[in-house]
């Protein structure tokens, strides 16, 4: 009993070093991949404004990336600019280059092309961050509100990929990496146009990678459930519907999308998939299984329809 218990005391610091020793080094190389993966490269960054996208403008300018901050107010990419510039070193960073982008202005992103190739010249890696949300009843939105949200989530975001295909090509290299939604995979009830919208930008990418391999580009979609700032700052799940997009318990935090984005520029994987088991098993539930998924999407809207009525 004695020699149990002290092996038990033993063994619990060992557990506790060697946890904190497996932090550390995945710490590490997320820092090494960082800087080799990114280092000189042109990055751009559309809607550098939201949560994600200062994360990454963080963490790719320390690792020396020539960045490219795109986004709808001027003030607020100075602003950034500055913050960046103010919490790096100089002698090791690159002043980022910024261009004024708002995907709902077809005309005007096609416009700002020719922008975004001048800053450095050429580019590397393109990450598409952007993303207008609408939830109602298909019947409540007018065709206006479903052209925005196609014009912000689709069209938008296109327009940029066509405009410097021709560049990557040139070059036959090249990175595109579309963070989209799980919705573009799945379709749950009360988001029709914006479920629309990231199935249509889904298959444009999948299109697109086969399209461009020969020519040494790169394409990769992170579909994840919502980007969420902090536990204290979303809500507990009420119904199905909510938990199907429920991680852990909550979204995926800022840097965690991140992180995904600097490995999958290391490794080059086509597709990623950052969800928790009930909305992984929902994607796979409407291949193989449609009919029961159907049944349980029409129960969750009656189940979110019932408080609605009380």
Known sequence: MNLSWATTVLLVPCVVVLTAGVFYLYGAVLALLSKTSVRNKVVIITDALSELGKECAGVFHRGGARLVLCGKSWEKLEELSDELASASDPTLTFPPKLVLLDFGDVDGTAEAVSEVLECFGCLDILIFNSSMKVKAPA??????????????????????????????????????????????????????????????????????????????????????????????????????????????PLGVSPDEATAEIIKTLSNKKKEILMAPSLPKLAVYARCFFPGVFFSVMAAGVNDSAAPEQN
């Open 139 to 248: 019947q409540t939105l007018t065709l206006e509100t479903d052209k925005l949200l196609m014009d912000n989530n689709y069209f938008g975001p296109i327009t940029l990929a066509k405009g410097v295909l021709p560049s990557m090509i040139s070059r036959r290299s090249g990175h595109l990496i579309l963070v989209n939604s799980i919705q573009g995979k799945l379709a749950v009830p009360f988001r029709t146009a914006y479920a629309a919208s990231k199935h249509a930008v889904q298959a444009f990418f999948d299109c697109l990678r086969a399209e461009v391999e020969e020519y040494g580009i790169s394409v990769s979609t992170i579909n994840h459930t919502f980007i969420s700032r902090s536990a204290s700052q979303t809500k507990p799940p009420k119904s199905f519907m909510s938990l199907l997009f429920t991680k852990k």
